[in-house]
């Protein structure tokens, strides 16, 4: 059995797609099931990841322009029947089973089409539930206040359904990390890990990094994420006088990171059940429109703090907001057990059960 995902990573799109596509590969690669990823190119060095994760891609085509809405129902930067049509033609040169999609800008009428010229069984990975799909799984692992209706006027009934946190796709380091224990010195300063995601945002570190320095009653790692050289020179060049900051780019131990940090700040992307799977609190923004109901929910139900959306946090607001900051608080314990109890690590596991139960129902 082979699976094609198709999915895309780009700056405007960012990494966390691709990382849950290559964490169920991983999981499906353990009983013997191949994947292949079809993907666009609009940066080619971003790709090399596929590849550094030990699997092949077959690009489908280019983005007719490189001015790309921010609107992610126009991140592929073609139409959607075009698209389709190159992923059909992409196909016949390399045999599938199951066709498994993470894209905001794909829906029923790709779908539609793709099944029309080759019937195979599709399953949907989404969190937006904006508009409709015609597939025979649906995947989604947030945290919803509708979360068992959201999607009902938007698949058919005989598509089932993974819905929630228990279905989070992590990689299978952050299990064994959950059951063991970090040792640190109690005398040492706090430790706050800071990332906004794979694709570096020098918005947010024209707002965190001043914050960051001007406060050194804690340790920061950041991770700044991919950045053109001039900028992460910038960033820094704007640390390099504060000891109790650490700055790296990019980094291949996330998760032992998390297990190791107190704390950490960062956005609504897939990491939140990364850091939630590891009991590690932490404190948000939304960097995009698709990230603020999650974030108000999970703020809501006082599982993590929320420090405010892009265009309206300050440098004076982060750095109030760490001095107001104490980890050790009974709040931060009696959370780290909540968000420890919604996600358990073993979603990618059931996620693949589903797969192969959909695939079998189809043959």
């Known amino acids: 059995m082979k699976i094609g995902f198709r999915v895309d990573i780009a700056k405007h799109i960012g990494t966390g797609h691709l990382q849950r596509c290559l964490t169920l590969a991983r999981e499906l690669k353990k009983i013997s099931i191949s994947s292949i990823f079809f993907v666009r190119e609009y940066d080619k060095e971003l790709l090399s990841l596929i590849v550094i994760s030990g699997f092949t891609y077959y690009i489908i085509g280019y983005a007719a322009s490189e001015d790309i809405s921010e609107e992610h129902l126009n991140w592929l930067g073609v139409s959607q029947e075009q698209d389709a049509q190159e992923f059909i033609n992409a196909v016949t040169k390399q045999h599938i089973d199951m066709i498994v999609i993470d894209h905001y800008s794909i829906d029923s009428t790709w779908e539609n089409i793709v099944k029309n010229a080759i019937s195979l069984p599709i399953a949907v990975i989404d969190d937006l539930a904006n508009r409709k799909h015609t597939c025979d799984l649906l995947i989604d692992q947030n945290y919803w206040p509708n979360l068992n209706s959201r999607y009902d006027d938007l698949v058919s009934g005989h598509c089932s359904r993974l819905l929630g946190p228990k279905y989070s ?10 059951e063991s224990k970090a040792q640190k010195p109690s005398d040492e300063l706090k430790t706050i890990l800071v990332n906004f995601g794979g694709v570096g945002n020098m918005e947010v570190w024209k707002i965190f990094l001043p914050a960051l320095v001007k406060y050194n009653k804690f340790k920061f790692h950041v991770i700044t994420g991919k950045l053109p050289l001039e900028d992460l020179a910038y960033c820094k060049n704007m640390v390099k006088q504060s000891r109790h900051i650490f700055l790296e780019e990019q980094t291949d131990q996330m998760s032992s990171l998390m297990k190791v940090s107190d704390f950490a700040l960062g956005a609504c992307g897939s990491t939140v059940w990364e850091r939630f799977c590891l009991g590690l609190n932490s404190a948000l923004i939304d960097v995009a429109d ?6 108000h929910y999970l703020h809501e139900k006082d599982l993590v703090d929320y420090l405010g959306s892009l ?10 907001y760490l001095i107001r900051l104490s980890i050790s608080n009974t709040k931060y314990l009696v959370r780290k057990h909540n968000i420890m109890n919604l996600v358990d690590g073993i979603g990618a596991n059931r996620v693949v059960k589903e797969l192969v139960l959909t695939y079998e129902k189809r043959c």
Do not use: M, P
């Open 290 to 295: 698709n990230q603020k109901d999650l974030v």
């Open 169 to 178: 796709l992590l990689r299978d380091e952050f299990v064994s990390l959950r």
């Open 311 to 320: 265009n309206t946090i300050t440098v004076d607001s982060i750095f109030s």
